[in-house]
């Protein structure tokens, strides 16, 4: 039977339709779910940035900080100084993207009723990290949204999760 | 609203896994189930037909053919709908197409207004399956609905 159930989330419309799907599947199968987000490397979109540094730094005003500092006059706010100039960075930003995109799929699977729930970040190849993920805790069921947040590539390259789907040896969700 | 989930079936073992999982979600989300089952197959074509006749095939050959795969089918959807019954799923249809097996599974998944497709997967390697086309990689190309490939 179904046990543990693998969702790929990457923020998009189509994800959270993932999510939703897999969290009623999983509650229903009084199944685990586990969360994967893999970096958005190559195609972090505008949307996802800003809410990622309004949630996670935000400053005066309710800016994103790289707003708010450059508003500030440094003697008022001397704080503003120390705040780590790394905040812009790629990196930063992308870990704080999938630290709020986990978590809003966690807020959503645990309104569909489930339990038990992991989240794990990951970074690389997409569909090479999510077979890994879900190798190595076992899942019976992948579950991901039929179009992520690369419309236009996937149509040329082929998405992930038509990627998923031919390569994963355990059954795969399209969710549309 | 009530959910409407729809299954491909072919004979295969991967199939036979499909449905059990569509009839094992629709019993427990409450939807109903519709069974299908494409006969593959394309009339010849007139030009193809005469050059039949020119070598002296029997039109009978492909029409036997034609009635062994509906007769088939039909017994495959009988047998579809029975193990679901087993399973404890009421709301069983069945439905017959003929045509090309991913085209017809879309058509059907549009026209019953189905929220679910379930279709086997054989789990062949990626190049291999788009070299020879594999029915569960167009259909979730084409689906207009999620779409479940079962391994």
């Not at chain 2, 593959?40 to 009978?60: D, S």
Request: glycine share 8%; hydrophobic share 45%; charged share 25%.
């Amino acid at each position: 039977m179904v046990q543990k159930v693998l969702i790929a989330v990457d923020g998009s419309e189509h994800a959270g339709k993932a999510v939703e799907f897999g969290a009623d599947l999983a509650e229903k199968y009084g199944a685990e779910v586990v969360l994967v987000h893999v970096l958005l490397r190559d195609d972090l979109s505008e949307n996802l940035r800003h809410l990622a540094e309004v949630e996670y730094h935000t400053a005066e005003g309710g800016k994103a900080i790289s707003e708010a500092i450059a508003m500030i006059p440094e003697a008022r706010f001397p704080a503003a100084n120390i705040t780590p100039k790394t905040a812009q960075s790629p990196d930063t930003v992308l870990r704080a993207v999938a630290e709020y995109v986990l978590s809003d799929a966690e807020r959503r699977a645990e309104a569909h009723g489930v339990s038990r729930i992991s989240k794990q970040i990951e970074d690389g190849d997409p569909v090479k990290r999510i077979l890994e993920v879900a190798s190595d805790v076992n899942a019976d069921l992948i579950v991901t949204g039929a179009r992520g947040l690369s419309d236009l590539k996937a149509l040329i390259v082929g998405s992930v999760s038509h990627k998923l789907a031919n390569l994963a040896p355990v059954t795969c969700v399209t969710v549309r | 609203m009530s959910k409407k989930f729809l299954v491909a079936v072919d004979g295969s073992d991967h199939a036979r896994k499909a449905l059990d999982l569509a009839a094992d979600l629709a019993k427990a989300s409450g939807a109903e189930l519709v069974i299908l089952h494409v006969v593959r197959y394309e009339p010849l074509p007139e030009g193809l037909k005469e050059y039949a006749r020119m070598e002296g095939i029997p039109e009978e050959e492909e029409r036997a053919r034609y009635h062994f795969g509906h007769v088939t089918g039909d017994r495959i959807t009988k047998d579809a709908k029975a193990r679901a019954h087993d399973r404890g799923l009421d709301q069983v249809t069945t439905k017959g197409a003929e045509g090309t097996p991913a085209d017809e599974i879309v058509a059907a998944a549009e026209s019953e207004g189905a929220d679910m497709i379930f279709v086997g997967s054989r789990g062949l390697s990626d190049a291999r399956s788009l070299f020879m086309g594999s029915v569960s990689h167009k259909v979730m190309h084409l689906a207009p609905c999620t779409c479940v490939a079962v391994k």
